[in-house]
């Protein structure tokens, strides 16, 4: 499944005019059952007893449907659950087909009971040129879709959707949907192939009048374990999620991915002999940020390798860590389409102790932007035994710049590189100005390690167009095919800036 043809799909969606059939079929709720914290856990916890069972599809001919038929079919928002009332949020459902070739069970929870939405296809708008689809009882809504009043404007806009396997993403007030999160992450990268589970059913609790927050329970199944989730959704100009989730597990988890993040990243100033574009920049985020459990704060820049690539940050009990989009000015990128300036970053604060673990990064190559082929998550060190079960607590946070400000240190703002006619590379690296900093930028020592190569001793200098210094290198690769770059600024030994690191590997 290629995400990024599915948010393309949606947002063609949410712009395209409405059909004139009437707006005469609201979303209907089916019998209720009692529901209360413990539903989602219970159910988890007795379906990973057994052995796992595919859900049903839906028939091939929904499946088969081109992109373009599957533009012609949408929610109408007149029909959205809590539509015409004082509830302060509302509930769209997204049609099957397509990518989605499963249905996704949606209950509403008021008053300690959940009732499930019933499947209609009269809630959706459709073309006259829409093809004429088999019906059949295996149809199922495909995901849904949060709007809230966000700008106090009596328009309720989304902010928040959960559809295809285990992902989900959210924005803050006024952006542009980008990177996606994950409930989990099995395998990933691995020779034998990834497993991605399912969220297979969603609980949504009414809200209150007036509340800014909604609470919505995940059922996850796949092969490997299943899994509950609780998630409590904040909207704003920084969207907020606090989850909490407990995994059981069918067979041994030895490669799982806690909190993932999944981005794209195509090219920026460090590499751009792979594309010819107009382009300076084409991506969804710009660096892996860590604050790790030893009080560093680490910039990963990122990359697009020409072979896979896997980076380990091992650590104790992190403090967070988050995928982030540093370019902000419209500039940075020239798009008029993909407003990649305006899409958001996503920090992860864990709650409680995470124990020993690694902050894991995955690129893998990709050659068009819509591809995912960034990843992130945490790794604990110890495996789920087969049976056992792991539970997991976390914030994440979608916004500019959601990460925790740390005053006294510089951050990382550009990084760049390129060719010198002699040979190796010019490697260039901007940081933002601080109040840290000296004025003459005298008593900073740059700390420059390469792991492979030769390296010429660093050049600090103030860059006029920042106000921050800005360090300088060459590095000679000499018959290396990986090398790993660390660079901080530092007086008298004492950090000034963010850790630089880098990955450096052959282009082609």
Same mark, same amino acid.
């Given at each position: 499944m290629l995400r990024r043809d599915v948010l393309k799909a949606l947002a063609a969606l949410a712009l395209m005019p409405r059909a004139a059939q009437a707006a005469d079929a609201p979303l209907q709720t089916g019998a209720a059952t009692p529901f209360n914290a413990q539903t989602v856990i219970a159910r988890a916890k007795a379906l990973a007893q057994s052995a796992y069972t595919p859900r049903k599809e839906i028939p091939p001919q929904w499946q088969d449907i081109s992109y373009d038929d599957y533009r012609k079919i949408w929610f109408d928002t007149r029909n959205a659950l809590w539509e015409g009332t004082e509830v302060p949020q509302r509930l769209d459902v997204f049609p099957p087909g397509?990518?989605?070739?499963?249905?996704? $069970?949606?209950?509403?929870?008021?008053?300690?009971?959940?009732?499930? *939405? *019933?499947? @209609?296809?009269?809630?959706?708008?459709?073309?006259?040129?829409?093809? =004429?689809?088999? $019906?059949?009882?295996?149809?199922?809504?495909?995901?849904?879709?949060? &709007?809230?009043?966000?700008? @106090?404007?009596?328009l309720f806009t989304e902010y928040a959707v959960f559809q295809g396997a285990s992902y989900f993403r959210g924005i803050g007030t006024g952006? %542009?949907?980008?990177?996606?999160?994950?409930?989990?992450?099995?395998?990933?990268? =691995?020779?034998?192939? $990834?497993?991605f589970p399912d969220f297979t059913a969603f609980w949504i609790e009414t809200p209150r009048a007036g509340a800014k927050s909604v609470t919505l329970h995940a059922l996850m199944d796949s092969p490997s374990c299943t899994g509950a989730f609780r998630f409590e959704i904040t909207h704003g100009a920084v969207m907020n999620m606090e989850v909490e989730a407990t995994i059981f597990a069918r %067979?041994?988890?030895?490669?799982?991915?806690?909190?993932?993040? %999944?981005?794209?990243?195509?090219?920026?100033?460090?590499?751009? %002999?792979?594309?010819?574009?107009? &382009?300076?920049?084409?991506?969804?985020?710009? #660096?892996? *940020?860590?604050?790790?459990?030893? #009080?560093?704060?680490?910039?990963? +820049?990122? +990359?697009?390798? +020409?072979?896979?690539q896997i980076s380990a940050f091992s650590d104790t009990n992190p403090k967070g860590f988050g995928l982030m989009q540093r370019k902000r000015a419209f500039d940075d990128f020239n798009d008029l389409e993909a407003l990649y300036h305006n899409r958001p970053s996503v920090w992860i604060t864990p709650r409680g102790d995470w124990g020993k673990g690694a902050v894991t990064l995955v690129e893998i190559p990709a050659d068009l932007e819509i591809y995912d082929n960034i990843v992130a998550y945490w790794r604990p060190a110890t495996p789920v035994a087969a049976g056992g079960s792991h539970s997991m607590r976390y914030n994440l946070q979608w916004g500019a710049?959601?990460?925790?400000?740390?005053?006294?240190?510089? &951050?990382?703002?550009?990084?760049?590189?390129?060719? &010198?006619?002699?040979?190796? *590379?010019?490697?260039?690296? @901007?940081?933002?100005?601080?109040a840290a900093l000296p004025d003459d930028l005298d008593g900073i020592d740059v700390y420059l390690r390469a792991s492979f190569g030769t390296t010429t001793p660093p050049i600090l200098q103030r860059n006029p167009a920042t106000g921050g210094p800005r360090v300088a290198f060459t590095f000679d690769p000499q018959d290396a095919t990986v090398a790993e770059f660390r660079v901080q600024l530092r007086r008298a030994d004492d950090p000034l800036s963010e850790v630089w690191l880098y990955r450096w590997t052959p282009s082609a």
């Amino acid at each position: 499944m290629l995400r990024r043809d599915v948010l393309k799909a949606l947002a063609a969606l949410a712009l395209m005019p409405r059909a004139a059939q009437a707006a005469d079929a609201p979303l209907q709720t089916g019998a209720a059952t009692p529901f209360n914290a413990q539903t989602v856990i219970a159910r988890a916890k007795a379906l990973a007893q057994s052995a796992y069972t595919p859900r049903k599809e839906i028939p091939p001919q929904w499946q088969d449907i081109s992109y373009d038929d599957y533009r012609k079919i949408w929610f109408d928002t007149r029909n959205a659950l809590w539509e015409g009332t004082e509830v302060p949020q509302r509930l769209d459902v997204f049609p099957p087909g397509l990518y989605y070739g499963q249905g996704v $069970e949606i209950n509403i929870v008021a008053e300690g009971a959940a009732q499930p *939405l *019933l499947f @209609d296809l009269d809630v959706f708008d459709r073309t006259d040129s829409f093809p =004429d689809l088999p $019906e059949s009882d295996t149809l199922g809504y495909s995901g849904l879709r949060l &709007r809230a009043d966000l700008r @106090d404007d009596d328009l309720f806009t989304e902010y928040a959707v959960f559809q295809g396997a285990s992902y989900f993403r959210g924005i803050g007030t006024g952006e %542009t949907y980008g990177l996606s999160a994950r409930g989990l992450a099995l395998k990933t990268a =691995d020779p034998m192939g $990834e497993e991605f589970p399912d969220f297979t059913a969603f609980w949504i609790e009414t809200p209150r009048a007036g509340a800014k927050s909604v609470t919505l329970h995940a059922l996850m199944d796949s092969p490997s374990c299943t899994g509950a989730f609780r998630f409590e959704i904040t909207h704003g100009a920084v969207m907020n999620m606090e989850v909490e989730a407990t995994i059981f597990a069918r %067979t041994e988890l030895d490669h799982v991915g806690i909190a993932p993040l %999944t981005s794209m990243f195509l090219f920026d100033a460090t590499d751009r %002999t792979r594309f010819s574009d107009f &382009r300076p920049n084409v991506h969804d985020s710009d #660096g892996l *940020l860590i604050h790790n459990g030893a #009080g560093e704060v680490i910039w990963r +820049a990122m +990359a697009n390798p +020409a072979t896979l690539q896997i980076s380990a940050f091992s650590d104790t009990n992190p403090k967070g860590f988050g995928l982030m989009q540093r370019k902000r000015a419209f500039d940075d990128f020239n798009d008029l389409e993909a407003l990649y300036h305006n899409r958001p970053s996503v920090w992860i604060t864990p709650r409680g102790d995470w124990g020993k673990g690694a902050v894991t990064l995955v690129e893998i190559p990709a050659d068009l932007e819509i591809y995912d082929n960034i990843v992130a998550y945490w790794r604990p060190a110890t495996p789920v035994a087969a049976g056992g079960s792991h539970s997991m607590r976390y914030n994440l946070q979608w916004g500019a710049d959601p990460a925790p400000a740390t005053p006294a240190l510089v &951050r990382v703002h550009h990084t760049a590189m390129g060719g &010198r006619p002699e040979g190796g *590379l010019v490697m260039v690296i @901007d940081f933002e100005d601080g109040a840290a900093l000296p004025d003459d930028l005298d008593g900073i020592d740059v700390y420059l390690r390469a792991s492979f190569g030769t390296t010429t001793p660093p050049i600090l200098q103030r860059n006029p167009a920042t106000g921050g210094p800005r360090v300088a290198f060459t590095f000679d690769p000499q018959d290396a095919t990986v090398a790993e770059f660390r660079v901080q600024l530092r007086r008298a030994d004492d950090p000034l800036s963010e850790v630089w690191l880098y990955r450096w590997t052959p282009s082609a």
